[in-house]
């Protein structure tokens, strides 16, 4: 990593990087959003240069001072991908308010939970919210102060309590990233200015076949504004290096193209989910006719890899990287193992080892957990600063000195580490962490449900799907009208894309001795679990809802 970016990111404030960048790039642009008609923002697109998006954080940031907000504080933003997300994150940076983004599909009591437990002292929502705002209110103690993005003009309510006293460090919390854990409750990780930029500033100075031009480069990035990868990674790694953040409200495999064209974007990012709906698009014109060096992500199935970069005519860079550690490991150099699930090698400032489960390393070419440092003098530099009231959490996934990804990987001889499952009991569908406790608590409190055990099976569009094996109680029905029940409980209280997508009734669930459930026993070697008799495909059910 060049000293330049590392020596920014290691002393500076993400509110000072941001000014020494609008002076170095002033009118560069560093905002901008694809027109998409009928979206109800922007629909002829946008684009704001460092100077113009500097001059609305400031005007935002003195609001936000002037109704008491500073150090000390935490903001609830639910603003979805709107690029306003952007500037009112900096702006409350600037101040010392740490952000907490919100999912936009929680449903009100996983936003209920998240305002209680970050302990919010404003939620900034779009009015389409306010429903789900109020209702997530009323469950708590005491309500949490709404300010509607709508209505802009308005000044914000005042803060609860005056701000800390005291000067802004580069130490300071800036964000507070939710994250699934196999507990069931999101893990709230608490992340300094420091660590942010770090991430921004490891990724943009990323050395190998495919790199970073300063003051240059345009980013389209479709995965949301709430997750750490558009929401800190390319976000300041383009704010380190005068960049530009392409911000689409979603993935649109459809207008895609037509978007990365007009854009004028010069590397995108990707999740598996996007190779798959591309490459089964009719052939456009425009898939040829960009301006895309590469693309980074992760999760493309090996076999479309190569299939991807011939049509489209750009490399696929797999990395990997997690919010407590987003200390991006890339496959950015020959050979890249195309095929495969190469995700990059060890360099210096990350460490990697690979453990069994006794914490002991395996030796190259078998499969054990991934383990992760900055060096032996200084684990812990540039990672997160720990899960928020859980020190015991924390400082189990740091035993030993070595961060526990909870991912198992192998390494081959030359170095290369491949991806082979995750260890944690999560599942990812289509980039979204869902922890199978979460969901087996929300099915088990009915009466109908005597046991359940989720997991993930297969699926062809969205990686992986969710599958809840259930045990009903004596004298229950089961069939297509209780698995609908069960659909329904679970999508009444949790974003849409967590309830089950397959149910299976069983008449037991295999066990230890001491009674816990063993999920890899549910099914016999070899089978096709979505071909077991009475599977209920309930897949068509799981739609995100809009007004």
């Known amino acids: 990593m060049s000293e330049r970016i590392l020596g920014r990111a290691m002393q500076q404030t993400i509110a000072e990087a941001f000014c020494q960048t609008v002076e170095c790039y002033p009118e560069h642009a560093f905002v901008a959003v694809p027109a998409a008609e009928g979206r109800g923002y922007y629909e002829n697109g946008v684009e704001w240069t460092y100077s113009e998006c500097a001059a609305m954080v400031d005007g935002l940031a003195a609001r936000y001072r002037e109704s008491g907000y500073g150090n000390g504080h935490r903001v609830a933003l639910a603003l979805d991908n709107r690029p306003e997300h952007i500037l009112h994150r900096l702006a409350l940076n600037t101040i010392g308010v740490s952000v907490v ?19 919010a002292s404003l939620i900034v929502h779009l009015a389409y919210h306010d429903a789900t705002v109020r209702a997530a209110c009323s469950e708590l103690a005491c309500a949490v102060p709404a300010w509607v993005f709508e209505e802009g003009e308005h000044t914000f309510p005042s803060a609860p309590r005056k701000p800390t006293v ?86 649109h495999p459809r207008s895609w193209w037509q978007d990365v064209a007009d854009t004028r974007a010069t590397a995108i990012h990707y999740l598996g989910v996007v190779a798959p709906m591309l490459l089964n698009q009719p052939v456009d014109p425009l898939e040829r006719e960009h301006n895309v060096r590469f693309g980074f992500g992760a999760g493309v199935e090996p076999d479309l890899h190569a299939v991807f970069e011939d049509r489209f005519k750009f490399p696929l860079v797999e990395v990997w990287g997690m919010t407590e550690m987003c200390r991006v490991l890339a496959a950015n150099s020959e050979p890249r193992k195309r095929g495969t699930r190469a995700m990059g090698r060890p360099v210096f400032g990350l460490e990697v080892e690979i453990w069994d489960e ?190």
């Not at 964000?175 to 300094?192: D, W």
Request: negative net charge.
């Open 101 to 119: 983004p919100v999912n936009p599909d929680y449903r009100p009591s996983e936003l209920a939970y998240l305002l209680n437990h970050s302990e």
């Open 166 to 251: 005291g000067p802004m460090t580069n130490g300071a919390e800036s964000s507070l990233l939710y994250t699934s854990g196999t507990t069931g409750k999101p893990k709230g990780c608490l992340l300094s200015n420091q660590y942010e930029l770090m991430c921004g500033a490891w990724y943009a100075d990323l050395q190998g076949l495919f790199c970073f031009r300063h003051g240059a480069e345009r980013v389209y990035n479709p995965l949301p504004l709430y997750h750490i990868n558009a929401g800190v990674v390319s976000l300041l790694g383009m704010m380190l290096i005068g960049g530009c953040q392409i911000q689409p409200d979603r993935f």
């Open 358 to 547: 006794n914490d002991e390393p395996v030796p190259d070419g078998e499969v054990g957990e991934m383990v992760v440092r900055y060096s032996a003098e200084q684990p812990r530099l540039g990672a997160f600063s720990g899960y928020l009231k859980d020190e015991v959490a924390t400082e189990r996934a740091w035993r030993g000195g070595w961060f526990h990804t909870g991912d198992s990987v192998t390494r081959a001889l030359d170095g290369m580490l491949h991806f082979v499952d995750r260890k944690k009991n999560i599942i990812r569908r289509s980039g979204e962490n869902i922890a199978a406790a979460e969901v087996e608590a929300t099915l088990q409190v009915l009466d109908e449900v005597q046991q359940v055990a989720v997991l993930a099976v297969p699926d062809e569009i969205r990686g992986e799907e969710i599958l809840a094996c259930v045990v009903a109680r004596p004298g229950v029905q089961t069939g297509e009208s209780l698995a609908r029940r069960l659909f329904d409980h679970c999508n009444q209280r949790l974003a849409y894309y967590k309830p089950p997508g397959w149910i299976l009734f069983v008449n037991e669930l295999p066990k230890t001795g001491s009674q816990k459930i063993q999920k890899h026993l549910i099914f016999e070697p070899g089978i096709e679990q979505l071909n077991s008799p009475g599977m209920i495909d309930l897949r068509f059910l799981k739609q995100r809802s809009r007004v």
